[in-house]
């Protein structure tokens, strides 16, 4: 080295201790883009934004929906996911990932090699979307196998709703008990922690049931009258990539990512027939 390098070296490494570095957990999303931007990409964006996490985004479709209902979707070609993943791991430090919407059902073992290849060592928070709100398809059929077999294995934490969590156990939930029973089954088939998001169960009160290491924590807030803006279950999931991404324990990460989603659904936004949760 010349003394030159020497010197500019050691002037770089005795800067780099004065300079105010701004440290942001970074999350990075693969999911689906919903253009009305309450779900999915958008959605989770929104959160992790708000929660003062940088996001980095892998998109594996682009959807074509309003709250009301899925008009049209375009799924991307598996060469332009890989090559998302390369812009962004090549330099990008990655403390949590949230998997959403892939649609293909060839995505899962797709997206387990690319976490491998690029050694991502970070909580994954899987979110089996098989369904939207409305009832429309997400998901090829099959996709349940295919979750199930290639991304619960690495998961942290799988969170369905109610009706994703039917689908994968094939057991009716139409109770806070049902969820508890179907929690612990899922949990115990898959040797992971299951959070089923209870949103849609209509009560007074709203329950997230999680069960985690052989303990069920229920997570009970009372229900907002009136209130069902679009992109909850995204949002609850997101959340709790970043409390994980903060080193928060699961039942810690869980319970401040409801109870901040619970303040945006006080606060949503009523925009044409539709209900949002507050970008900010
Ligand atoms: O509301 C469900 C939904 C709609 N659209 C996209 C999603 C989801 C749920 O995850 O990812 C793109």
Partial sequence: MTHLKLYCFFLYFILSFFEDH??????????????????GIQGDLKMITCLGAYATTVITCVVAEHPGRVESLYHLPSSIIESQFHSILDFFP????????????????????????FKINAPIVVDPVLAAGNGDSLAEPGMEEELAKNLFPL??????NIEEAELLSGLRIESPEDMLRVAQDLSEQYSTSFLIKGGHLQDKTTVDVLYHKGIAHKFELPRIPHANPHGTGCSLASATAVFLAQGLELPKAVEKAKTKLYEKIKSQLQIGPFYFLPPT
């Fill in 22 to 39: 701004h440290k942001m957990n970074g999350i990075l999303i693969i999911g689906g883009s919903d253009c009305s931007c309450g779900a």
């Fill in 94 to 117: 990655i403390d949590a990932i949230k998997i959403g919407m892939l649609y293909k059902k060839e995505l899962p073992q797709k997206i387990v090699e690319l976490i491998r290849r």
């Fill in 155 to 160: 998961a942290t934490v799988v969170t369905p």
